[in-house]
């Protein structure tokens, strides 16, 4: 079956720390792959996107992730939180015709 | 990206009656989809609207409690009909551009 997993409903994570948020995807080939934030009332900005070629992509608002095939996974890092970064983030995979299989999401909070 | 226009960003309608969410885009793009979030929950994909045929919608979603409209390449509709306190989501409206999905800031939908 065709599906996303994240596996941290809730994270904190302190101003400066660095963060990690899981990713794993279920897929018989290899997917394309996207991590969006969703602020409080807002809708969906795409974070990055990986469609092939170097595993590690770079995105906005100074995000990084990094395809793992073996391990069926896209996390995403920032290597120092502010606290603006807080929002629910959400992977997702297109199966096809750009249709987004999404997870569940994972809300950041920051920590002063 | 693009910029996307949806309205009314929010509304509180009663049980029975119907709501059309409108979404304009800045350019014209083919292919335009409609996302459902429950409240506490991911993105689930409606149906996409495909300008110059009909809708195709996914598994749990018809036509009759979800019509679309896609009459140009720059603007749909989305209707929810009959409407169930099981209606209250957020509803957005995304399109593709160059293998991207851009989402707009959504419709927050309350039904009484």
């Known amino acids: 079956a065709q599906s996303v997993t994240q596996p941290d409903i809730h994270i904190t994570v302190s101003e400066g720390a660095s963060l990690e948020l899981r990713c794993n995807y279920s897929?018989?080939?290899?997917?394309?792959l996207f991590w969006y934030v969703q602020s409080p009332g807002q809708g969906l900005q795409l974070l990055l996107k990986?469609?092939?070629?170097?595993?590690l992509v770079q995105g906005i608002k100074g995000f990084e992730a990094e395809f793992k095939r073996s391990q069926s996974s896209f996390n995403l890092r920032k290597p120092s939180v502010h606290w603006s970064d807080a929002a629910e983030y959400f992977c997702a995979m297109d199966t096809g015709f750009q249709k987004l299989v999404f997870g569940t999401g994972t809300r950041l909070l920051v920590s002063p | 990206s693009a910029v996307i226009s949806q309205k009314p960003s929010r509304d509180i309608c009663q049980r029975g009656t119907s709501l059309t969410i409108q979404c304009q885009v800045d350019?014209?793009?083919?292919?335009m989809f409609w996302y459902r979030q429950q409240p506490g929950q991911s993105l689930t994909l409606i149906a996409t609207a495909n300008q110059g045929s009909e809708a195709t919608y996914e598994s749990g979603f018809v036509i009759d409690k979800f019509p679309i409209s896609r009459p140009n390449l720059t603007f749909s509709t989305l209707t929810v009909s009959n409407m169930s306190p099981e209606d209250s989501s957020i509803y957005l409206c995304?399109?593709?551009?160059?293998?991207?999905?851009?989402f707009g800031s959504g419709t927050q939908l309350s039904v009484l």
């Open positions: 995304s399109v593709d551009i160059n293998e991207k999905l851009f």
């Open positions: 897929y018989g080939a290899t997917p394309y």
């Open positions: 990986y469609f092939s070629g170097d595993t």
């Open positions: 350019s014209q793009v083919t292919m």
